[in-house]
């Protein structure tokens, strides 16, 4: 393959600097590169002869999907965005079940989307390796919802799970995967965190394999047909699976010591991002201490960790999220060292949120009565003492979403509630707009406004982006016309996925791998659910859409709003693109009475105001024209 390489010379020596998509195609056997956790993944699913990939995109995932849609179509293999993630699974078992390795990807919510599927596929089996990758959110950075811990999935849905610590664990670990899921007929999931994810690390290139990307389905009237009576076979056969994968994890060499022949009364136990913190806490109380780092984390060796505990008087086990493995390690104390104390996140490590080193650092210090070279409770109060400026994120400088916001608030008085779902819009919480008095999961809006209104006459109104119109909105949409319900409901139509990455969704009219496609008109699938009552409005036309709100809210029947207009980040982009003008806006002084709407209601972040003088950024203006539409005094003007 020729790679499109930019060589530069600084004086000291060449830099070689080439295109992401053909970094990750490099086929090198033990060069060494830098790569995201996400991106190493994808090295690794390549490395394992992978055919056939699928995601729903979900921020800590997101790259995993955008790194596959590159290199798809060069390396020859099948890549989709999915319209959710339970269809991205069955998918990706579709394929594994005809012969060809699959991997599908997701955050921690869309585990609970896929688990109608993912729990029988563990019982029906897979014919060829398949890999479910999940990555859980500690303090939720890039999530709202909840700090789940999807390793509770593992041992509910008897699926083996491996745990990666960096970015060269991400890809030898989803070979170890792909091969595991294909000695056993099993999916395995493979549990990532933020900062495993998001986290850039060496990692040393093995070879490409080019596998299997068309295969066939072969009939199984035993193995296939899960019921009864031989489900409770099939359950059989699982549990004897797991033990099968039990034994191999007291051998695998990813579950292994550090410091095993340190004699100490304290040992501790970490998997995945974890292991890295206590590593360097260690260092930091120039200690050793013994550490069983576990890169299999279900099933856990027990007879390994038996015999590492039971003549410790105590363990740390540090892991993100829920105290898992302290509960696993204190219940087999139970026969080796009943006397083991087992420090953990039942209350000696905090209880929630993303551990840090620091924390980490304290426990081992407190446990050990190490003290460190410096003062570092001082120090954190020194840090916390720092006045750094907190900001709302915003919504970008002519999003549509604002000024659907802004109409909707105009259209509305203070007594009307809105119902949030889950998108960029989720940023009408903060405000002015405070357009999302309640966020619950994808496509929960148009659930939650339908109970609401079958049980008050109040006035409601929900939103809903398109991406996630087409996750899990569509059977919602269908229930309120079927149980006769009356909500307004207004669709926020950007063209694209905006939140998490602009990935392609099926209003687009382009695939995951650059294809054009049959594009669907959301409002058409409104009708053909049976609502009567549809508008599409243009999301900058703010009369119009102030209008539109307060008549669909008089009506006794399901009404929506597709609110309509492509994101303006592509928007701008695309005029780049194509060498069109963007206009400028600035506020004539002479005609502004200094109002406040265009700051204070609409709040496009291009405002702003200095001693009672209104002015717009023109670098940050992207030509929407809504405040121009809004002002009262007609005192905003094109410049350029
Ligand atoms: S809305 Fe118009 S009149 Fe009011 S502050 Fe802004 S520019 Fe001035
Ligand atoms: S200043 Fe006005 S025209 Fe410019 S981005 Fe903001 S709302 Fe749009």
Known sequence: MQFNRKTIDKGKGEVIIIDMSEKILLNENGMKIILLGNEAIVRGALESGVGFASTFPGTPTSEIGDTFAKVA???GIYFEYSTNEKVALEGAAGAALSGVRSTVSFKQYGLNVSSESAFPLAYVGVRAGMVIVVADDPSCWSSAQSEQDSRYYARLGHI????????QECKDFTKIAFDLSEKFNLPVFLRLTTRVSHTRGVVTLGRIVK??????FLKDSIKFRNFPPYIIETHKELHRKLEAIRRISEEIEINFFVNEDVKNDLGIIASGVSFNYVMDALDHLKMNLPVFKLGLTYPIPEEKIRNFIKNLKSILVVEEIEPILEKSINSLAKDVNPELRVFGRSGYLPTAGELTEEAILLTISKITGKKLDYDLIAHKEDYNKLKIARRFPLMC?????????????SATGEDTTFIGDIGCYILGIFPPFETQDIIFS???????????????DQKVIAFIGDGTFFHAGIPALINTVF????????????????????????????TGMGDQTKAIAIEDIVKACGVENVKVVDSFNVKEMEKTVGEFLQNDKVSVIVAKRECQLLAVRRKRREGKAIPKFNIDKSRCNGCGICLYQLGCPAISVENGVF???????TGCAVCVRICPKRAIKVVR
Do not use: W, Y
């Open 615 to 621: 002015d717009i950024n023109e670098d940050l203006c």
């Open 442 to 456: 994808m496509g929960a809006s148009e659930g939650l406004i339908h109970g609401i209104k079958k049980v008050s």
């Open 483 to 510: 149980n006769k319900s009356n909500p307004l409901i207004i669709i926020l139509d950007n063209r694209t996925t905006a939140m998490t990455g602009h990935q392609p969704n099926p209003t687009v009219g382009v």
């Open 211 to 216: 596998g299997r990307t068309k295969g066939k």
């Open 73 to 75: 179509n060069k390396v």
């Open 160 to 167: 083996p799970m491996l745990e990666p610590a960096n970015s």
């Open 397 to 409: 400088p002519g999003c549509p979403h604002r000024a659907t916001f802004f109409a909707t608030k």
